[in-house]
């Protein structure tokens, strides 16, 4: 079972963090609570970023600090390598908020993730945050806020304005997981339904998704076959979006009756899930729920 908890119970590496973006990012997740212990740059031009002290390579930051988790920061082509570096480091928990990611490449780096026994959130994700604790990644802060509520989202925009709009309304999150937008990923939203389950801070669920594949048709059969007894409510992105169009996100395609807006309704439904039409109707939903 994935445990997004693991992912910031202890020391976090950086992977290209040496730049001016990366650095910005750190910042935040620094002042998130994430424990940001090191930072790898091959070719080092600085000695520190953010105070964080700056490696030639994981294994040198693993030894030198004990982490256990790594976010990447770095090019698409290069991130298959970064992300096996950190695996023979002893990393054992990968974010890489990467977008454009090879799809050979993603299947071998799933293969290596799960040969090492380890745990992958990406590619193409904005992160995973536990509002009050930390955040890897760059989950927009004001969209967290501390509360009960388990999120795991596929589109992001969709779900920085969702989390913004019920954080205003008081209503936070226990665990939230941004799965990425890819075909192939390290984890999907059914990989997640036995740790929510589990979790005794989350009292519901809250699925964001969009058009395209199967990943929330996945979900809902795991929900029926788990008896998940928590209230779960979805709000799928793309409605109107004309068959054949991709959404953005590489997986986001609709192709016959496959990944359509209906069908995936439908799944969601038939395993007791309240499906929102609107941002709006999801606000006043949410509120007058009675979890």
């Known amino acids: 079972m994935i445990d997004p908890r693991a992912f910031l119970a202890g020391k976090v590496l950086v992977q290209g963090g040496t730049g001016r973006v990366g650095a910005a990012h750190i910042r935040l ?13 091959p070719s080092p031009r600085v000695a520190a970023v953010d105070t964080v002290p700056v490696f030639a390579t994981c294994a040198d930051a693993v030894a030198g600090t004990g982490a256990t988790a790594a976010v990447a920061f770095v090019a698409a082509a290069n991130l298959l390598g970064a992300m096996q570096q950190a695996l023979d480091a002893g990393i054992t928990a990968l974010v890489t908020p990467t977008e454009g990611m090879p799809v050979h490449d993603a299947l071998r ?53 969702a989390g913004y709009r019920l954080a205003r309304r008081g209503i ?14 390290g984890t999907r939203f059914a990989d997640l339904v036995p740790f929510y389950a589990a979790d005794d801070a989350t009292r519901a669920l809250l699925v964001i998704g969009e058009i395209g594949g199967d990943e929330e048709e996945e979900f809902a059969r795991r929900l029926r076959d ?11 992105a793309g409605a109107t979006a004309p068959e054949g169009a991709t959404m953005g996100h590489a997986g986001a395609m609709v192709s016959g009756g496959t990944g359509t807006f209906a069908s995936k309704q439908a799944a969601l439904q038939a395993a007791g899930v309240r499906v929102f ?7 006043t939903g949410m509120e007058t729920a009675s979890w």
């Open 277 to 283: 039409d609107s941002l709006a109707e999801l606000e």
């Open 109 to 161: 780096a799933a293969a290596a993730v799960t040969a090492a026994g380890a745990a992958w959130i990406g590619a193409s994700t904005p992160g995973m945050a536990i509002p009050g604790q930390g955040k890897l990644g760059f989950l927009p802060d004001v969209s967290l806020r501390p509360g009960a509520l388990g999120i795991m989202s596929k589109s992001g925009t969709l779900s920085y304005e």
């Open 29 to 41: 997740m620094r002042e998130s609570g994430a424990r940001i212990a090191g930072v790898i740059s």
């Open 172 to 185: 936070g999150q226990s665990v939230w997981v941004g799965v990425g937008g890819d075909p192939v990923k």
């Open 226 to 236: 788990c008896g998940f007894a928590k209230p779960v409510y979805a709000i799928i």
